[in-house]
């Protein structure tokens, strides 16, 4: 976002004119009357020592500044936002920065491109090291103290940082300042995930999380996609899908995940059942330290019944189970009237052989004459699901798996159509 031969006093300014006050410089960003009164409360002047840059609340009144911010600035992009931390930390640690200002809520760090903030009281172990040696220069990164520090803290800043990109993370970014650069912070306030944005975060988990997932997505693909994993990360509870809904195609396990595809055809890797992390873990901690997961429950059964949405277009036409549109919906059910007549539903019983996630099932009401069974048993899953959230008219028990194509069940004709030579498909 900001020329990466910057100098860092000047991308000092521009950072703190275009996401810490009203009246920012940078033409994408866009701020509502709501923000700029927000935003008309943070003070970017304030000089704490050899602090690079500090942002609190803009209030004569308090008898103390109230911090939001202390942070360590870089020019460029080279900068280890980690070691940009630690000589943060140095430089308040060395300083004794907190004993006569109050503490901020943030600790931070930035560059030309992304900036990364972590809570303080996360490192307040740090800070009250009784055997500790201090006094040493913070921008020395080679001296046994930074290394030492570095040791220590390396681990907690990767999984509790909250990075944003300037540029692709613009919004997330005023979002989280708005939500937590206030005097009414109490707790740090995720992006929630709603039924209107979720498309939008799986773009952005696609380039963040996805290559750090053990798998060759090309070569999976149909039978193991992407938005599988983004659905199992999504609707987790400290990292376990399977905790809150066990119906999903791949459910995320701690710190891996579990294929409950039971046939894989084409597949290069049909023998394993679980795809770890190739970095660790760390993207994929990184990126979900920003989001509020999992979202509101009644957000659930709209996200599963529409991660068509997630689906590549060329996938969607060889799985018709990923959607099939109203406008077919209503049509087809409109030939069942026009052959059956329109008390069908209460003189008839329907079965959909090839039902996928029961989208052609939609707006039937008598679930004890309805059925559904389809070959994948993942769809079966999230149909049964549905069910049980009243979201699809069936009864659980009416909904199984079942290879219509090939199951012997159809090759005789029953008794009754045999004397009359019909029955046999």
Sequence with gaps: MYPLNLPEEELKHKVATDFFSPNPQSEIIKLDKDSKALLKNLDSTQILGRIDFCISYNAKTLFQPINFLWAEAKKGNKADIIESFIQLIL??????????????IFLGAFDCERIAFIPYHELDSIFTQNDFNWNVPPSNHDTKEFKQLHALAKELLESKKLQFNFKSDTKELQNFIRLNFTLHNENITKIPITKNNFTTIYQKWLLSVA???????????????????????????????????????????????????????????????????????????????????????????????????????????????????????????????????????????????????????????????????????????????????KSLALLPKHIFQFDFLNDEFFDKPCKKHAETGGGRF
């Design 91 to 104: 430089t308040i640690g060395k300083e004794k920065t907190y004993e006569n200002n109050l503490p901020p």
């Design 211 to 389: 290559p750090s997932i053990s798998i060759d997505f090309e070569a999976e693909k149909p039978d193991i996609l992407s938005s599988d994993f983004y659905l199992a990360d999504l609707l987790s509870e400290n990292n376990n899908t399977k905790a809150i809904l066990d119906s999903l195609r791949i459910l995320l396990q701690s710190d891996f995940y579990k294929v409950k595809l039971e046939k894989r055809v084409n597949s290069t890797s049909f023998n394993f059942t679980e795809f770890g992390f190739n970095d660790k873990q760390k993207a994929h901690t990184a990126f979900w330290n920003l989001y509020e997961r999992p979202p509101k429950e009644e957000y659930w059964s709209h996200i599963i019944e529409r991660r068509d949405l997630l689906v590549p277009s060329d996938i969607r036409e060889r799985k018709g189970a990923f959607f099939t549109p109203q406008t077919w919906v209503g049509k087809a059910q409109s030939y069942l009237a026009k052959a059956l007549g329109e008390n069908y539903q209460s003189e008839y019983y329907i079965w959909d052989l090839a039902a996928g996630t029961g989208n052609l099932l939609t707006n039937l009401t008598e679930s004890h004459k309805l059925y559904a069974s389809t070959l994948d048993k993942a769809d079966v899953g999230i149909m049964q699901e549905l069910a049980n959230d």
